[in-house]
Structures are given as C-alpha cells and as structure tokens.
C-alpha cells in the first residue's frame, strides 16, 4: 500500500500482496474483456466493470464478465443508474456484485433492492439464460440461489444519503455501503473535493457506522495516501482506481526511464 501507482508493477504482481484479511478490487472503465482478463489474473479479488462511468454497452459487459472465468476474481458491474431494466441485465450477464450509484435517500436503497432480488423480495424478472454458463450451473439451480449469492452495494453520494444511511445499512438484500468521497463532496457543497474537512469528517462518521454494521467496510481510494487512510478506519474491502490511471501511470514511468538512459543517468 505504501507503494505509488507510478509503478504498477507493484500492484500486478502475481500473486498480489495484500494486508491480511483484506479483499482488493480494480475497476475497468475500457470496454475490453482483455483488461478485465488481465487484471483477474493479477490477484485481483474483484474487478468492478464501470458502466456508470465507462462507455461499456450490456453487450460488452456480458463478454468482460465471462472473462472473469477461470480466475480467482469475482466480476462486479457498477451500473448506470438504479434503474429496474440496467440492474436486471447486469445480473443476467453473470456478475456476482451489483454497485448502485447516486443513493440520495432509503426509498432509493430499498427500489435498488427490490430491482436486484426475484419474488417474493423483489420484482427482478426470471431469464437467466446466459448466467448459468457464468456460474456454471443450470437456469433454475441459479434462480434459486441468486437471491443469497449475489450482493449490491449501494454509493453513499449524497447528504440524504447520509442522513438515512442507519436505515440503508437495515435493509436485508444491502451487502453493504460504500462512501464516495467524490461526489458526496460535491453534492456538499464543496468543489475543493473530499479533502475538506466537512467533507472528511463526514466520510469518517459514515465509516464508522458503516463498520458498526457490517462485517465489511468497503471504500475507494484511488491515492496511496487514500489507501492508507482507509486503511487506518478499518476498511477490509478496499477498491484501488480505475484501468486508466494504471496505464498512463505505466507509460509514464517507462517514458520517464527512457529519458535517463537517453540523457545517460
């Protein structure tokens, strides 16, 4: 952790190092089954498809799911937005997670639920005609399962969201909750971003909840430093960044040792 993302190789490496009891993640924002192929191999425990920020069509999403296969990494979708038809579809393609962005209030957390879950918990509907291959299993050994063995987390991204989150955190069908120190410092009021103080104070006290609660605390960091202040909180499910800032950070210290033997340091 205390390693810089400007050398990647340090997270990539097989297997990958991770503080005890700690599960790590990586997001894909490409459309490409490749990276998501790759970085399952990593160590990687989970590898979060982004389609909520990632021009990823459901079409493509099926194909970076069933490259999770064979790995031991778990695919998760971040969907678009919480919406009945976007998390159905992305539960049909195979995925184990479902992360739901912009929870404003408990009513948002309890439709997200209701979207995720078949009869009688929720309202999804039955197809899972490509999902049995993911699980490899058949379509009605899945249909019996999938209420227990898929979770949804749900993004704290908003001060509504803060304000009702002892009853988020209450829902049975909510894994868990996950503060986004982005958005939720926006949606504040403070555009300077989540270091400010309200704004870090806030994330603390959701934390806090949040591991009062539940067995796991996720969070992102996308900053060593971020990583290592999670870490101090007690988070045990933490999220590192996105494809691109390992790429371009990986070209930049390849362009940048290129330049000392050019200079013949």
């Known amino acids: 952790m205390q390693k810089s993302p400007a050398n990647p190789s340090a997270y990539l490496s097989n297997p990958l190092q991770k503080p005890e009891g700690v599960t790590i993640g990586i997001g894909v924002t490409s459309p490409s089954p490749e990276l998501v192929q790759m970085f399952a191999h990593a160590g990687f425990d989970y590898v979060l498809i982004d389609m909520e920020h990632g021009p990823i069509s459901i079409e493509t999403a099926y194909r970076m799911v069933t490259a999770t ?33 912009m929870i404003t209030c408990l009513k948002d957390a309890e439709d997200a639920v209701s979207y995720a879950k078949y009869p009688p918990q929720g309202i999804r509907g039955w197809g899972p005609f490509r999902t049995q291959y993911q699980w490899q299993t058949n379509m009605l050994d899945y249909a019996k399962r ?28 909510v894994a868990g909750a996950i503060p986004a120190p982005f958005d939720l410092s926006v949606n504040m009021g403070f555009s300077d971003g989540p270091n400010h103080p309200e704004v870090r104070k806030t994330i603390e006290e959701v934390m806090h909840k949040i591991k009062a ?34 790429i371009q950070a990986s070209v930049q210290l390849f362009m940048a040792s290129l330049a000392k033997l050019r200079n013949g340091a």
């Open 213 to 246: 609660k539940r067995a796991r605390l996720p969070s992102f960091a996308i900053t060593p430093e971020q990583a290592a202040e999670a870490l101090r909180l007690g988070v045990n499910d933490l999220f590192l960044g996105f494809d691109p800032m390992y």
């Open 69 to 101: 296969i064979g790995t031991p990494a778990e695919p998760w979708i971040r969907v678009t937005h919480n919406d009945a038809a976007q998390i159905k579809l992305a539960l049909d393609t195979g995925a184990k997670t479902i992360v739901v962005p």
């Open 146 to 173: 999938a209420n227990a063995e898929t979770s949804l987390y749900v993004l704290i991204e908003h001060p509504g969201a803060v304000r009702d989150l002892d009853a988020i955190l209450e829902l049975e069908g």
